[in-house]
């Protein structure tokens, strides 16, 4: 993972909300769109980047695609963006 992906991911506030969204567990790709004034191709823009820095997975279900958040992912960038506390005395 790199951190300048998933900063980028996270700076468009359309991205922002479908993570915000996920929170409450995994949706649709439908049910995401339903939320958005968006076409098909501009919301498959911002899937695609928030797949490409890990903050998604998607699983296919017949000919859906589901989506759930992966918090581990956004955890790890703000660690390495705060820096991590020295453990030596």
């Given at each position: 993972m790199r951190?300048?992906?998933v900063f980028e991911a996270i700076s468009h506030p359309v991205r922002r909300?479908?993570?915000t969204l996920l929170k409450a567990g995994p949706m649709s790709a439908g049910e995401l769109a339903g939320h958005f004034d968006l076409t098909k191709p501009t919301l498959s823009v911002h899937f695609n980047k928030l797949r490409d820095a890990e903050l998604v997975?998607?699983?296919r279900r017949g000919t859906s695609l589901?989506?759930?958040l992966n918090m581990s992912i956004l955890e790890e960038?703000?660690?390495?963006l705060l820096g991590k506390?020295?453990?030596t005395p």
């Open positions: 951190i300048n992906t909300q479908i993570l997975a998607v699983e589901i989506y759930h960038a703000l660690s390495g506390k020295d453990q």
